[in-house]
């Protein structure tokens, strides 16, 4: 089992990546620490009024935003060889309002004024995603449809959000009817952990069966959205590219509105993965229960946009995914790069 004692810190553009110092971690390296009153979004009637104004425009131009309850990140650290993630409630409204507000900015200042903490009115609700790799060696990346809320047509690895409401009772208690858990931290991490593996079925009809030694790349902290966390996995699918490619193209997939197209890159094709996985300026750290995810621990910056792979038949798609990445994507190639998977 990989020791996780140490993080990584690296800086991509606007996106700050945590990564285990040791390599990838297993399930059972993954803990959760849940409290809902603890570690929800601090409340300020000015900010809700605002959550609500924006929530209201923002569906009056696009009714097929659904106000759904996502699993918030307060800090997380490490302890005895755990990465520990203490997680209470917000919703996607909040996040529309706060994470994404054109005034982001503003309401960080008034949290550390308020709290010593820029975060504290942020909804900081937790995404996952999961970069996937066939077994004759392609990465799969899909563009998303024009309609999303975040990204809008730009190439991606299947992601979404864990989702509350699958193992909690709205007043945050553990459902009754989940047996087999040692408790409302075990469900949540369940939840976290296995809503990634969902999404890949959800968004690329690929059943779950197929997919094989999961493993967890690191955390993202996405600086223009005030820190707002995503989990970042991987797996290795027991499908060859093809095989993903037909599957897909059936559009039998609960949430195929959600992508148009499917992109299968070789990572062997014009120095793909040496290029695209540069490696800005590393830190090595020992854990810190402050879990940072701040504007001023950046140590260094890389710009993928800058790097030109050599010209092959196979270029354009690789290219795409250099300039027309989402960052999350971005981060999870050069998680999966460190951690010597790709």
Request: with cysteine; aromatic share 6%.
């Given at each position: 089992?990989?020791?996780?004692s140490k993080y990584v810190v690296q800086t991509?553009?606007?996106?700050?990546?945590?990564?285990?110092?040791?390599?990838?971690?297993?399930r059972q390296q993954l803990k959760t620490n849940f409290n809902i009153e603890t570690f929800a979004r601090k409340n300020n009637p000015n900010v809700d009024k605002q959550i609500n104004d924006i929530w209201k425009e923002k569906t009056s131009v696009n009714n097929r935003l659904f106000n759904g309850s996502k699993f918030r990140l307060s800090r997380w650290y490490i302890a005895e060889e755990n990465w520990v993630l203490d997680v209470g409630l917000t919703n996607y409204k909040d996040l529309c309002g706060t994470n994404h507000a054109p005034n982001r900015k503003s309401i960080e200042e008034t949290g550390l004024e308020d709290f010593g903490d820029s975060q504290a009115y942020l909804s900081m609700a937790i995404g996952v995603g999961i970069l996937l790799m066939t077994c004759d060696d392609c990465l799969v990346v899909a563009r998303r449809a024009s309609w999303t809320g975040?990204?809008?047509?730009?190439?991606?690895?299947?992601?979404g959000h864990p989702e509350p409401d699958l193992v909690l009772t709205p007043e945050g208690k553990l459902k009754p009817d989940l047996q087999g858990h040692l408790g409302v931290n075990d469900a949540v991490m369940d939840e976290i952990w296995n809503s990634v593996i969902q999404e890949v079925e959800d968004e690329l009809g690929i059943n779950k069966g197929k997919l094989e030694d999961v493993r967890f790349l690191g955390l993202t902290a996405n600086i223009s959205h005030g820190g707002r966390p995503s989990l970042e996995f991987f797996a290795r699918l027991n499908m060859k590219s093809e095989e993903v490619r037909e599957v897909y193209s059936l559009g039998k997939q609960r949430e195929a509105d959600e992508t148009t197209s499917l992109h299968l890159i070789p990572t062997s094709i014009s120095n793909f993965s040496r290029n695209c996985f540069y490696n800005p300026k590393t830190t090595e750290l020992a854990s810190s229960e402050d879990g940072p995810l701040k504007e001023e621990d950046e140590v260094g910056t890389t710009e993928l946009s800058d790097l030109q792979p050599q010209s092959l038949?196979?270029?354009?798609?690789?290219r795409a995914v250099i300039t027309e990445a989402t960052p999350a994507?971005?981060?999870?190639?050069?998680?999966?790069?460190?951690?010597?998977?790709?």
């Open positions: 089992m990989t020791s996780c991509l553009e606007n996106i700050k990546l945590f990564r285990p110092a040791s390599g990838a971690l297993c975040e990204y809008p047509g730009m190439l991606d690895r299947p992601g038949d196979s270029l354009s798609e690789a994507l971005k981060a999870s190639l050069i998680f999966a790069r460190a951690h010597r998977l790709i």
